[in-house]
């Protein structure tokens, strides 16, 4: 860790009796990580991003922050190999913000210093994503076509729909009606039986914007294929079985505001993806030991 972490390693060796072992997790070129780092980066995620430890188990959380602790040396060692400045007064500023807006760190029970380090490395890891890989991130011909081809066949891109549906209020004879018309092929067919089989309302539904309906039936009918007699969807004691007939989609591509910024999207996810091989190229020459045999996996995960 930083010279910060490293002198409270070397008190907790003098205050220590030479009965109690010493948590030394990993070695990372001449840093120190301890169990107390690690504790300590898994309070500040907690903070930071709570959601990364939904649902998973202690190793695992202290697997997360020891990966976490590890990228940070590295993404430390790769800013000072290239010699790119001192982010210390930006980290101040970040630092003296925080504190001015009274922002607090809830359930932070550690010295402000670790989150002085972790922002001073979020820092200089932008400095470097933004001066080394962005300028030289460009997006391939035909690569933002592309992907609204595959946003075509999700709820991000609204739609009109041709709707027909038969509506059956019974869930036993919902499963039979279905068994009656599945094979139906065709729009035209379908709605000219639906008022055979289902109650009021059964029928050619007419043209209806996907974004007024509901979320599930977004998804479910954004990939669904048209002209084919779709699986029930149990609603109430019954349920309604659909039939899409036709669907209309605007082409954002047309509008500029909106490709500019499918553009940039696009670019943020190839400099983020860049900056990880980065990242692992430069983490694979520096010097990692994890003594401790509880984090294996983390070394799986390195080596």
């Known amino acids: 860790?930083?010279?910060?972490?490293?002198?409270?390693?070397?008190?907790?060796?003098?205050?220590?009796?030479?009965?109690?072992?010493?948590?030394?997790?990993?070695?990372?070129?001449?840093?120190?990580?301890?169990?107390?780092?690690?504790?300590?980066?898994?309070?500040?995620?907690?903070?930071?991003?709570?959601?990364?430890?939904?649902?998973?188990?202690?190793?695992?959380?202290?697997?997360?922050?020891?990966?976490?602790?590890?990228?940070?040396?590295?993404?430390?060692?790769?800013?000072?190999?290239?010699?790119?400045?001192?982010?210390?007064?930006?980290?101040?500023?970040?630092?003296?913000?925080?504190?001015?807006?009274?922002?607090?760190?809830?359930?932070?029970?550690?010295?402000?210093?670790?989150?002085?380090?972790?922002?001073?490395?979020?820092?200089?890891?932008?400095?470097?994503?933004?001066?080394?890989?962005?300028?030289?991130?460009?997006?391939?011909?035909?690569?933002?076509?592309?992907?609204?081809?595959?946003?075509?066949?999700?709820?991000?891109?609204?739609?009109?729909?041709?709707?027909?549906?038969?509506?059956?209020?019974?869930?036993?004879?919902?499963k039979a009606v279905y068994q009656e018309v599945k094979n139906i092929r065709g729009c035209t067919s379908f709605s000219a039986e639906a008022p055979n089989y289902g109650a009021t309302g059964s029928g050619d539904m007419g043209w209806v914007n996907s974004q007024n309906l509901a979320l599930p039936l977004q998804h479910i009918f954004s990939a669904a294929p048209t002209g084919v007699v779709l699986a029930p969807m149990p609603i109430g004691q019954g349920g309604i079985i659909f039939m899409i007939c036709a669907r209309q989609q605007k082409n954002l591509l047309k509008d500029a505001e909106m490709k500019k910024r499918i553009e940039y999207s696009l670019l943020n996810q190839k400099v983020e993806v860049l900056g990880e091989q980065y990242l692992q190229n430069n983490r694979d020459q520096m010097y990692i030991d994890i003594k401790d045999s509880a984090y294996d996996d983390v070394k799986e995960m390195l080596f």
């Open 1 to 174: 860790m930083k010279k910060y972490s490293q002198i409270l390693f070397i008190l907790f060796i003098f205050i220590t009796s030479k009965s109690q072992a010493i948590g030394i997790v990993a070695l990372v070129n001449d840093q120190v990580i301890t169990d107390y780092d690690v504790d300590a980066r898994i309070s500040l995620i907690k903070v930071i991003s709570p959601e990364k430890l939904q649902g998973k188990k202690e190793q695992e959380r202290k697997n997360m922050a020891l990966l976490s602790l590890i990228n940070d040396e590295a993404k430390m060692y790769i800013y000072h190999r290239l010699k790119m400045g001192s982010v210390e007064n930006d980290a101040q500023r970040v630092m003296a913000q925080m504190l001015k807006g009274k922002t607090s760190l809830p359930h932070f029970s550690y010295p402000m210093e670790y989150y002085k380090d972790f922002v001073k490395t979020q820092i200089a890891w932008s400095n470097l994503i933004q001066s080394r890989i962005a300028p030289n991130t460009s997006l391939a011909d035909g690569e933002v076509e592309n992907y609204y081809e595959t946003l075509k066949s999700t709820p991000l891109v609204p739609s009109r729909l041709h709707l027909s549906q038969i509506i059956v209020e019974d869930a036993e004879r919902l």
